[in-house]
């Protein structure tokens, strides 16, 4: 079992920027491809960003690309999403998942969820 842990949620304005990290514990996730979800109150969860398990491949949605950056850190277990120039329209629930093949991650079935942090950005 993975367990995933969510930190770094919060209100920030417009423009602002957050620092969302995941940190997983129970076996290593070295070999997992890694994602970051977000929900929107009444909308359906949709990834955001995923990162291969070495780390070299990334996906991202067009609605934050050039704005949120994840990165994983295999020796510490973690994975972090960097967001910038935050938009209201980013306000959500961010989910950090774990998955054990990378094309779960694109239909939203990945094996093991965070339980999520809150992101408000204020206009």
């Known amino acids: 079992q993975v367990q995933l842990v969510e930190s770094g949620g919060g209100l920030v304005q417009a423009g602002g920027s957050l620092r969302l990290s995941c940190a997983a514990s129970?076996?290593?996730?070295?070999?997992?491809?890694m994602g970051w979800f977000r929900q929107a109150l009444g909308k359906q969860r949709e990834l955001v960003a995923a990162a291969s398990s070495s780390g070299f491949t990334n996906h991202y949605a067009d609605s934050v690309k050039g704005r949120f950056t994840i990165s994983r850190d295999n020796a510490k277990n973690t994975v972090s999403l960097q967001m910038n120039s935050l938009k209201p329209e980013d306000t959500a629930v961010y989910f950090c998942?774990?998955?054990?093949?990378?094309?779960?991650?694109?239909?939203?079935?990945?094996?093991?969820w965070g339980q999520g942090t809150q992101v408000t950005v204020s206009s």
């Open positions: 129970g076996r290593t996730v070295s070999n997992y491809p």
């Open positions: 998942a774990a998955s054990t093949a990378w094309r779960e991650l694109f239909v939203s079935s990945p094996d093991y």
